[in-house]
């Protein structure tokens, strides 16, 4: 306990070995160096959720690229109207359709349409997006203006009410020019996000600093506001691959996304719903497939989000 | 441990007194990814009634969670796990949520520090300080209303009728501070807690917030507890002072008495570093690089040096490297509807500063000094007048002229947390200045990044780190090396040192000092800390509304202050007149 | 205020004339013949192109169509279906049945996801939170049109709980259901963003302060933490009507509702273009207004906004 060496009373010292003062502001060297993605990537690993959902990503697009590995049935061979609705069996473990195919082909063999339209408008949304989202935001001016005032106009419908019309009036639909058109009306959300970021990041004290030092324009922009800004684009793209394959299922159910030529879950869950009274398996499955790959994607843009969020935690 | 044994414990309060709050043996503890962490070992405060106690120490010696734990305003993750706090006798760590709630407010007051997020954005004034009436007394209706405007205008808002109706972002921060304190002390409670009630504020605001805190505090007999870092603060309001380090009480007693003469050996380093009125230059050890014509002897060298600078200055045997002439930055702000208004930010601002001397800027807020620095750094373009560097007109500078500009006047910002890219690493961003003006290849680059850490006294093994793993005072050593890469002639230091604790700002100012001496630099030290001003500069523009107020050497800002402005601002600097133990 | 409704105004209109002229522009502008591709693989009879080029001015020059067709949106002409009725007639009628579904589903979403959220908010960490995270994210990655038909099969084929599709007038009762199904993804992410933002909020300096004076645990909760957190739940309601209308495309199909969404469905899966184009056209300029709406009781909610110059 205290009062070893009063002065005076009321004046009360601490021992000195009791409270030992350290040099000041010293480094700890032993420590090993932490990035800000080094963190992210420190804070994912120990979730299982990252994991999982990682897993699942992986599984789905070995599916998509190799469907052949995972059935051996064809997914239209075969199909034999006697064996319409029917259950379980072996070599069939999901049943048949209507038609009488193979379900767990047709499940198999659909993963690529989703897949590929998820990728490919995450792809172009991201790509243009970022780019046009950061160039208005840093450059600001008459560029921002149009853009923003352009962004409105396409924000002004709802992604899905877009593509109902364009779609309808497309002569040709197939796995790009749905993934085309849903990245059409989907664009001023990323640029809207990457725009915000880029002020917040061009309007810091580091661009300043960077700005007196001497570093060119271009080069502030590619070297610190761009990977600064980069952040939350990575999880509303991670997030959104899931919702374009919910919208390119919605489209196909609607009878306007991809033709029935093309094997897709969102046509077979559209067509499996005249038997869903009898056979309500037959939508279960491709509606599975659908849901368990969309939440991959949720659960992997939640993962990322909690890791790179931390980045307000540069200021602590 | 009896009883007897517990109540035998010697205290620091005034034996006539009852003590008001005891404060016995008390540990608090956060839960973090890394396990259970202790903020608080084992703290003993009493304080009597109408006594005025403050807890001084730095971010992170547990000063603030020691006064939250009180009245258990610990953030979820913190908990008391040890010790009692007694108020009035009662533990009031193990008194129910809803006893709690009874003695918050009524009993035990609090100003939290920042008056910027403390109160809610959605809710107007009136509301929020008639929520606080309500809650700790039967009023209601037109009597809470009526309670609520003199609460305001004893808290001095004199217009406060008027304001009710307003929002907390149509308030300055001087005025929502008022509102906080009002709301402390709405329900006249028996102790005040106040958290760094002013460190937001500008000096003059803050004196006048003080002294009219401490005014009504004494009327109402109410005692206070001071959480402050600011040891000028400490001696001049409190009576009591605990000195708390790293979670522990090191000192504790009268406040003078410590401050006079501390005993511990940390109190002792923080009294040295605390800057003030009667502090003198820092002196560098190192000896200047250059074979200065002057020869400066080994014995008496500070003396010595300090000679000859005021002799430099007078015989002006170093000629300007910089002169500001009749600058003017006007802003144009956009008003409702399409008209707009002119804001002079910098207004008709003239000065110069000779080659290695530092020249500091000083003001509060919205006096135009970060404008001007922003202006000669070029950051800005100048609306009128001129800026002058080394003979040539900096704002005629356009290409490679400016890029070589550029690279002999280097800039180091005030927040140390946002000046550096959080995704870069400590050596890239060293480099960045190299890489930038295309010197050297990535090997000379690396030996040059290397030799700058030890240049700022850091080990070599930064290299490789990142911004968030280093300290506030660590972040502002990699400003300073960034900005010694290119061996610039000026360093613009815009309130370089402000954000940091006293120790780590001695620190700090010491490095600057000596880099000064041994490379020859010049200063531009733009700051709102009159008193560190004194350790650092030999010549003073003291700034107020854009204007330059006084121009003048250092040691005639402090002993003869000419203009009023500066007369107030050296009266406001807390405890300006105590003198320190050195 | 009034200032920022009147900016709000303005700003709608340069956005009003470029959405309708998007959609008109994908319509009649891309290449080949409109009136081929809004009817795909079964051409009307000659008659009815005839009307349909008269109707929409395709014999004029672009910019003059659009105009005329602005035009009409502006006097409430909205053109006429695939049967030649006029559009604002069907939307007379359908519009009341899908306003009560699209209302019994924001009520629902709006309560149940923002009293969840703020339970989840406020014992962030436990495992009511865990749930609540886990039972959302479900709910989103399960598409509307397939919640659809599971609820319908397990509530209204097994259990008969509901009725399998809603009766002409659409009596509340029966909107329960699909207003269930409708509000599901919104209702999730309401339940998220509530319970971010009540984390959020937890930790702010102005709610530990209104602690410290002395207000009891249920007032700081209510006045202080909930009011703050429904801010960003308001901004969403935004994107969120837009949203609701695609779900009642899906739901009011599913179940065999009369309203604009069913509508738009049977007309979708029908290849009749043009009533697509009107209806799709009406939604977005709803979606619109009620953007408008929900900026307005932002502003109500955060003076900051409100007395922003």
Known sequence: M?????????????DLSDTPIAAIDTIDESEKARSSWSDAWDSMRVRPMFWIATALILVILLVSLFPGLFSHTAPNSGCLLPNGNGGPEAGHPFGFTRQGCDIYSRVIFGTQASVTVGLLATLLV??????????????GGAFDALVSRFGDIFFAIPTILGAIVLMSVLPDRTSITVALVLAIFAWPQIARIMRGAVIAARSSDYVMASTALGVSKLQILVRHVVPNAIAPVIVVATTSLGTFIVA???????????PPSVMSWGNDISQARTSIQTAPMVLFYPAAALSITVLSFLMLGDVVRDALDPQARARR | MTKEQIMSIPTVADETSAPLLEIRDLQVGFKTQRGFVPAVKGVNITLGAGQTLAIVGESGSGKSTTAQAIINLLPGAGKVTGGQILFEGRDLTK???????QVRGGQIGYVPQDPMSNLNPVWNIGFQVEEAIRANSNLTGKAARARTVEVLQEAGLADAADRLKQYPHQFSGGMRQRVLIGIGLSARPKLLIADEPTSALDVTVQRTILDHLATLTRDYGTSVLFITHDLGLA?????????????QVVEAGNAREILANPLHPYTQRLVAAAPSLASRRIQSARRPETTDHMAISDIGASDDTLIARADKREAGVHPDLITVDHLSKIYNIRQRGFGKTELRAVDDVSFSIAKGTTTALVGESGSGKSTVAKLVLQLETISSGSITFDGADVAALKGADLLAFRRRVQPVFQDPYGSLDPVYSVGNTIAEPLMAHKIGDKKSRQARVRELLDQVALPASTINRYPNELSGG??????????????????????????????????????????????????????????VVRLVADNVCVMQKGRIVETAPTDDVFDNPQDQYTQRLLEAIPGAHFAFAR | MWGYVGRRLLQLIPVFFGATFLIYFMVFSLPGDPIAALFGERPPPEAVIQTIREQYHLND??????????????????????????????????FPITFRLAMLALAFEAIAGILLGLIAGLRKGKFFDGSALVVSLLLISVPTFVLGFILQYVFAIQLGWFRTTVSAGAPLGDLVLPALVLASVSFAYIVRLTRASVSDNLGADFVRTATAKGLSRRRVVSVHILRNSLIPVVTFLGVDVGALMVGAIVTEGIFNINGVGGTVYQAVTRGEGPTVVSFVAVMVIIYMLANLLVDLLYAALDPRIRLAK
Request: negative net charge; charged residues 15%; proline residues 3%.
């Open chain 3, 61 to 94: 020059p672009f910019i003059v169509q659009y105009f005329y067709y602005v035009g009409g949106i502006l006097t409430g002409d909205l053109g006429t279906t695939y049967s030649g009725r006029p559009v604002s007639d069907l939307l007379v009628q359908a």
């Open chain 1, 248 to 258: 390119e299922a919605t489209l196909s159910f609607l009878g306007i996304g991809l």
């Open chain 2, 474 to 531: 660590q972040r502002q050593r990699i400003a300073v090396a960034r900005a010694l890469a290119l061996k610039p002639d000026v360093i613009v230091l815009d309130e370089a040192v402000s954000a940091l604790d006293v120790l780590v700002q001695g620190q700090i100012l010491t490095l600057l000092t000596d880099l000064q001496a041994e490379l020859g630099l010049t200063y531009l030290f733009i700051t709102h800390d009159l008193a």
């Open chain 2, 95 to 101: 008194i129910s949520a809803s006893e709690m709630e």
């Open chain 1, 2 to 14: 205290p009062s070893n060496n009063l002065s005076t009373p009321g004046h009360f010292v601490a």
């Open chain 1, 126 to 139: 991201t790509l243009f997006g970022a780019i046009v989202g950061a160039l208005a935001g840093y450059y």
């Open chain 2, 235 to 247: 001696v001049e309001r409190a009576e009591q002072l605990v000195v708390m380090y790293k979670g």
